[in-house]
């Protein structure tokens, strides 16, 4: 059975930070594109951030770019998004997904329709 479990979350102050985790486990995404979107109360969901399948190339929204890093361990089969100076408007429950498509060596997608497999997520709340 594949899983994708999220970790990490939690309340934080403005300004702090948090370091979440997506430990996969059933198969490994090793070979496969990684990403994190986020959904806010009577939000859509929404991209966060990708990562290739060697964490050589990633992508992020404009809203997270220069505060959000995400890695990868592909030994742990374990995918990271590291979030600094948080805000309130970052507050929302966040999932790891995983992309089982393959179109080039630099490939992930910001597109929630691309990933197969996701985790159930994990709430971050930044208050003010």
């Known amino acids: 059975q594949v899983q994708l479990v999220e970790s990490g979350g939690g309340l934080v102050q403005a300004g702090g930070s948090l370091r979440l985790s997506c430990a996969a486990s059933?198969?490994?995404?090793?070979?496969?594109?990684m990403g994190w979107f986020r959904q806010a109360p009577g939000k859509e969901r929404e991209f966060v951030a990708a990562?290739?399948?060697?964490?050589?190339?990633?992508y992020y929204a404009d809203s997270v770019k220069g505060r959000f890093t995400i890695s990868r361990d592909n030994a742990e089969n374990t995918v990271y998004l590291q979030m600094n100076s948080l805000k309130p408007e970052d507050t929302a429950v966040y999932y790891c997904a995983a992309d089982l498509s393959y179109a080039g060596p630099r490939y992930a997608s910001d597109s929630a329709e691309a990933y197969e497999y996701w985790g159930r997520g994990t709430q971050v709340t930044v208050s003010s």
């Open positions: 990562i290739n399948w060697n964490g050589g190339t990633t």
């Open positions: 059933g198969r490994t995404f090793s070979s496969h594109a």
